[in-house]
């Protein structure tokens, strides 16, 4: 189905009147984005170029194909990225939440799609502009490459994990991940919340719904995780998830 397109701007354009003061300072992902280590000189020109974005579920916040003429810092909420093959088929390349930044490219075009999974908020900078700041203020250049270093590693895991891992392995290893991500976003890291469907987390591990229901379930029948509602995990043993994602 066709994602709907007409995100709501909720305000943008105004720099903040200064240290402390303004929306970039007091945005709650920040600790969590590379903004973390911006000067308030740097936050101020940020802030200056950004729009604040909401999105409901199923709204595009970038389309495969259209020319990449923004950026985004995510803010709240979670986001699917995606590409369509030629036949239709989509494969999820990945997720991203609060903290996780979007769409700098050398190419002119986004080679991808990004849709809310469920409420979400964004920052929203002209690409141009943004990399006039870069340019400026060296500690959010050295934050991006980081950023973008650790992506890298991110994106060669989870291609070893579609060639070389198990369906229980892969399981295991995504339910870690989102564990990991809840943790380093203050929230409790035994408690997995799937806001992606089955058929969303089988596409991104490159199983099918079935094999993703049937692992779950043995891996709750093994005692390493509990269900506690319809999307929610609580993983018991830790380190037994591990050593069955291979780690």
Aim: net charge positive.
């Amino acid at each position: 189905m066709q994602a709907r397109a007409n995100l709501k701007i909720v305000s943008g354009g105004e720099p903040c009147a200064g240290p402390g003061a303004g929306r970039c300072a007091n945005c709650g992902a920040r600790a969590l984005s590379v903004c973390a280590q911006v000067s308030d000189a740097g936050l101020s020109r940020m802030e200056a170029l950004s729009e604040e974005v909401e999105l409901r579920p199923g709204e595009i916040l970038a389309r495969e194909g259209d020319a990449a003429a923004h950026v985004f810092n995510i803010t709240g909420g979670a986001v699917r990225v995606y590409k369509l093959m030629a036949d239709g088929r989509r494969q999820i390349i990945g997720f991203l939440f609060a903290g996780d930044f979007l769409g700098l490219t050398s190419d002119k075009d986004y080679a991808f799609s990004a849709e809310a999974l469920e409420p979400v908020t964004a920052c929203r900078f002209n690409r141009k502009g943004y990399m006039g700041v870069v340019e400026q203020f060296p500690e959010l250049e050295s934050a991006l490459l980081s950023r973008f270093t650790s992506d890298l590693s991110a994106a060669q895991a989870h291609m070893l994990l579609l060639v070389r891992k198990t369906a229980r392995e892969r399981v295991a290893s995504f339910l870690l991940d989102l564990s990991a991500r809840a943790a380093r976003r203050g929230a409790d890291a035994d408690s997995v919340h799937l806001v992606m469907t089955r058929g969303e987390i089988a596409d991104y591990l490159g199983l099918t719904l079935e094999t993703v229901s049937r692992t779950l379930s043995a891996l709750k029948s093994k005692g390493a995780i509990r269900q506690t509602d319809s999307r929610t995990y609580t993983i018991l043993a830790r380190r037994q998830l591990e050593a069955m994602s291979g780690a």
